[in-house]
């Protein structure tokens, strides 16, 4: 396995110094309403800083003094080289219906929210079943590269590890399973391992191993907690809905596990999933269209009756990301969804 993009030693004045740059390229830009920090850097020299724009709702388009690409090399590694979200300042009271987050204002109008654990059951399991699929599809893409980018590697890692977690806590498992404890180790103690790349292929092709386990214990999950009346869940083969790239996902109740071609990487998932993709197509918004007309859906009718809870939350996040969408759409920006999975 050819590897690039390293961890090199860092420390958290590093990062707070990277902080500070971010927001005086940022601060000139009367579009920006706040920027802000989510999440937390566990590991310095691994850990990303997680910065997401709050802008105005009146937002022309993306100019690129908020385009943090635009940034020298080196600070713009501190992002992980990756994607900012971008979300209107109308709907930031409404990020906790896409997952768990712990938000702090670096400058502008205070954002901050404090995680919470309190959530219904329903919406953990309907994040979960949007989270651990692109997850894993972002694993398997970064393994497919030619030099596996060893930093944002590990980065993902810690986020299924994430979910990972929760499905434990939700089948009361007790506490984390050994995988988990295995990729804090990795990350946590990563420059004082005396083989760290050996420790890492192990722990990744592990990590793919399980999170297969994993799909089939929230599979589990979904069924029993979310639908109420169900004989069977019965649909067309190979049903495909076609993400970023080339990559998609596969819905086929026998079949398992992946494939490559030459574009992309092809995840098959189970009928419990595409159920939950159905109750995303059908609500009346142009995202929920989208869905449909990828999967294929106009007038089709199931006969399953669904956790009320779970169909109302679907509604306000579908709605929620929509909006993030249309907004994104509105300023030119091809980047920075909240949900990128939805970003067709």
């Known amino acids: 396995m050819r590897c690039t993009n390293f961890p090199i030693r860092q420390t958290i ?5 990277a902080r500070d740059e971010i927001v005086q390229f940022l601060k000139p830009n009367q ?26 709702d009146h937002t022309v388009s993306a100019s690129d003094k908020f385009i943090l690409k635009n940034l020298s090399k080196n600070l713009y ?14 709907l930031i009271n409404k990020l906790h219906l896409l997952g768990d987050f712990d938000i702090h204002t670096l400058y502008g109008t205070d954002f901050s929210i404090k995680k919470t654990f ?4 329903e919406i953990k399991i309907s994040n979960l079943m949007d989270w651990l699929p692109e997850r894993i599809l972002k694993l398997l893409t970064l393994k497919s590269c030619k030099k596996i980018d060893i930093r944002k590697s590990l ?39 005396k083989n760290p790349i050996d420790d890492f292929i192990k722990v990744y092709n592990t990590t793919i191993k399980e999170s297969f386990s994993y799909l089939e214990k929230l599979e589990e999950l979904y069924l029993s ?10 649909c067309d083969k190979n049903k495909k809905l076609k993400l ?30 595409l159920l939950h993709w159905y109750t995303q ?36 996040k579908i709605d929620v990301i929509n909006d993030n969408r249309a907004f994104l759409k509105g300023i030119s920006s091809k980047n920075g969804m909240l949900k990128y999975g939805f970003f067709f």
């Not at 499905?167 to 506490?175: M, P, R, T």
């Not at 970023?244 to 999933?273: C, E, M, P, W």
Request: glycine share 6%; hydrophobic share 35%; charged share 15%.
């Open 281 to 316: 197509a059908f609500f009346d918004n142009e995202l929920s269209n989208e869905i449909n007309n990828r999967l294929g859906l106009h007038g089709v009718k199931l006969n399953v009756t669904l956790n009320e809870s779970y169909l109302m939350f679907n509604k306000e």
């Open 118 to 121: 309190a959530k219904p059951i």
């Open 225 to 234: 907690r979310i639908v109420n009346n169900c004989v069977s869940i019965d």
């Open 244 to 273: 970023y790239g080339n990559s998609q996902f596969i819905f086929d109740s026998v079949r398992k596990g992946t494939y490559t071609t030459a574009g992309g990487i092809n995840l098959y998932l189970s009928n419990a999933h």
């Open 13 to 17: 004045n590093d990062y707070n110094i």
């Open 155 to 193: 980065c993902a890692l810690y986020s299924i590890r994430y979910s990972f977690n929760q499905i434990d806590s939700l089948l009361n498992e007790g506490k984390n399973s050994v995988i988990s404890h295995q990729i804090k180790r990795l990350r946590s103690e990563w420059f004082n391992l």
């Open 31 to 56: 579009d920006v309403v706040s920027v802000c920090e989510f999440g937390s850097v566990s590991s310095p020299g691994i850990s990303d800083l997680d910065i997401l724009l709050v802008l105005n």
């Open 77 to 90: 590694q501190f992002l992980g080289n990756g994607t900012t979200p971008l979300i209107q300042s109308s």
